[in-house]
């Protein structure tokens, strides 16, 4: 069965169909500069990418092509045959702990949702919409980058403000990359073989947390609100001391929204070594002696390290930690320096083994108190299964009303 995963953004839509339950991808393709001038599409099809110029006017046009490529490619012959779509959503709020059917009640809380997430809510309900056009009869799903996290106890996800702000302006810890840290974490107890088990899953990309996850349950997470808190980011700040704001705001005399800006774009990174947020380019200049960005990589380690630390403590004990995403994939370096910061825990690196990027592997010793592993994530792959689940209940459901009623 064909299950799509569409992840839409303000001007971009990236799409992946998988034939389930077999999970393997069929075709993916990303749109860019969708109502912008010099739009186009790449379609990457059997190992091979091909680029497209079109006039892209919106959303439902992006999607008219999904289809069209998908039958001129002869991977469906009709579009009844494409049965369910999932959709990535960045905050579900207080309202979804789960992947769910896009109803028309649902879309209306993912909008109310969108003063939490003003860039991400609106694109994905603009692709939700027009996939709904495009192909009415399929099961429209949204899986939410905040709904892992809805298990975290009060005690972890207030904030020590007036406690009226959470009730009234719904402030509070949501957390984010919930697909990519239940998906790891799914794996890495696949790998061990049992599912009693205590997880630290480090997510590090340009955008970074870190979770802690007990028996297959999110109970804390560095995300907030936001995704600008917690660890250092590429663009972004993380924690700090809130009156920094305030502060800098009266000394800049600027707005909210630069404000905004300069702790979310111009921050992490990029703000202190003044070149880049790509861990690469950091990676370059400590190369050639760089002090900034020797700073820049010091800070950012020791965020990551002390998270760990913490949620050691908070589990009481940790089974494996996990590394993903761009920097927790591939970079040799970044994960050398967070195993060295943990060896008073007893962590022991495989230096041998850690010398790899983007594979499936364990990176620590026979003999490390706790074995790390790398394990590339796949939110399109864990979109589409939660997908593919929600249908087959579906159809079990009408299959036993149907029944019934004979
Ligand atoms: P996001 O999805 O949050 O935009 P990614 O997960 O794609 O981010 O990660 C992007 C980050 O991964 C960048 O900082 C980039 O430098 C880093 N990265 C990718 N490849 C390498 C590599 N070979 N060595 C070090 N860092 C890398």
Redesign the pocket.
Same mark, same amino acid.
């Given at each position: 069965m064909i299950v799509l995963s569409v992840n839409a953004g303000s001007s971009s839509l990236k799409f992946q169909a998988f034939d389930m339950p077999e999970e393997t991808v069929l075709i993916s393709g990303v749109f860019e500069r969708i109502g912008m001038k010099e739009s186009f599409y790449t379609i990457k099809l059997n190992g091979e990418k091909i680029k497209k110029e079109v006039e892209l006017k919106n959303h439902e046009r992006a999607m008219e092509l999904v289809m069209e490529e998908l039958i001129d490619n002869k991977i469906v012959e009709s579009l009844d045959e494409i049965k369910a779509i999932g959709h990535r959503i960045a905050q579900g709020g207080p309202y979804f702990d789960k992947t769910e059917e896009m109803t028309d009640e649902n879309i209306k809380k993912v909008k109310e949702l969108s003063v939490l997430a003003p860039l991400h809510n609106p694109a994905a309900v603009k692709g939700i919409k027009a996939a709904m056009e495009v192909v009415p009869n399929a099961l429209q799903t949204g899986a939410f980058d905040t709904a892992f996290h809805q298990t975290i106890e009060e005690e972890n996800y207030m904030y020590p403000v007036p406690y009226e702000w959470c009730e009234k302006y719904k402030v509070r810890k949501y957390g984010f990359h919930g697909t990519s840290h239940k998906y790891v974490s799914s794996r890495m107890n696949e790998i061990l073989g049992r599912y009693n088990t205590k997880l630290i899953t480090c997510? =590090? +990309?340009?955008?970074?947390s870190v979770s802690a996850i007990k028996e297959g349950i999110c109970v804390n997470t560095s995300m907030g609100l936001t995704p600008n808190s917690g660890l250092m980011?590429?663009s972004r700040c993380g924690d700090m001391d809130a009156t920094v704001i305030t502060y800098m705001m009266q000394q800049l005399d600027c707005t909210a929204e630069e404000m905004d800006t300069i702790l979310n774009k111009q921050s992490g990174?990029l703000g202190i070594s003044g070149i880049s947020?790509?861990?690469?380019?950091?990676?370059d200049g400590i190369k050639i002696g760089n002090q900034r960005c020797n700073l820049a990589q010091k800070m950012f380690t020791n965020r990551i390290i002390d998270h760990i630390a913490k949620y050691y403590v908070e589990l009481g004990g940790c089974d494996a930690i996990v590394f993903?995403?761009? =920097? +927790?994939?591939?970079?040799?370096?970044?994960r050398r320096e967070i195993l060295d910061g943990l060896a008073v825990l007893g962590v022991k690196i495989d230096e041998e083994a850690n010398d790899c990027?983007?594979i499936e592997r364990l990176i620590t010793t026979e003999d490390s108190s706790i074995p790390c592993y790398i394990i590339p994530?796949n939110e399109e792959l864990m979109i589409a299964r939660d997908t593919y689940a929600l249908y087959q209940q579906k159809e079990n459901k009408k299959e036993l009303e149907a029944n019934e009623i004979i």
């Open positions: 997510h =590090i +990309g340009n955008g970074a980011m590429g990174l947020s790509d861990s690469r380019d950091i990676e993903t995403a761009g =920097i +927790g994939e591939n970079s040799i370096h970044t990027r983007g994530t």
